[in-house]
């Protein structure tokens, strides 16, 4: 079992920046990568990003790519999402993932998730 635990949502205005953090515990050697998602009302759970843990690598969806950076420090099990430039648009529940596969694209374990809200 892998426990993911959300934290540094809030309210931002457009244009602001926010930085979400992930600690992970458990069984996290077993998972291959970790990443974000996100869910607004009616809508399905969209992705964010992704790092693997093997080698540190990046993916991004292209709504995100160049305002928003995921790191990892390895040291603390935690993974975070840096949130820049952001729109109205990105508010959303915030989900951190992690997978037994690379690309983080089928999550095996989800956090609770954290609520973003960027005012216009």
């Known amino acids: 079992q892998v426990q993911l635990v959300e934290s540094g949502g809030g309210l931002v205005q457009a244009g602001g920046s926010l930085r979400l953090s992930c600690a992970a515990s458990?069984?996290?050697?077993?998972?291959?990568?970790m990443g974000w998602f996100r869910q607004t009302p009616g809508k399905e759970r969209e992705f964010v990003g992704s790092?693997?843990?093997?080698?540190?690598?990046?993916g991004y969806a292209d709504s995100v790519k160049g305002r928003f950076t995921i790191s990892r420090d390895i040291a603390k099990n935690t993974v975070y999402l840096q949130m820049n430039s952001l729109k109205p648009d990105d508010t959303a529940v915030y989900y951190c993932?992690?997978?037994?596969?690379?690309?983080?694209?089928?999550?095996?374990?989800w956090g609770r998730g954290t609520q973003v809200t960027v005012s216009s």
């Open positions: 458990g069984r996290t050697f077993s998972m291959l990568s």
């Open positions: 790092i693997n843990t093997s080698d540190g690598g990046l």
């Open positions: 993932s992690a997978s037994r596969t690379f690309g983080n694209r089928r999550p095996d374990y």
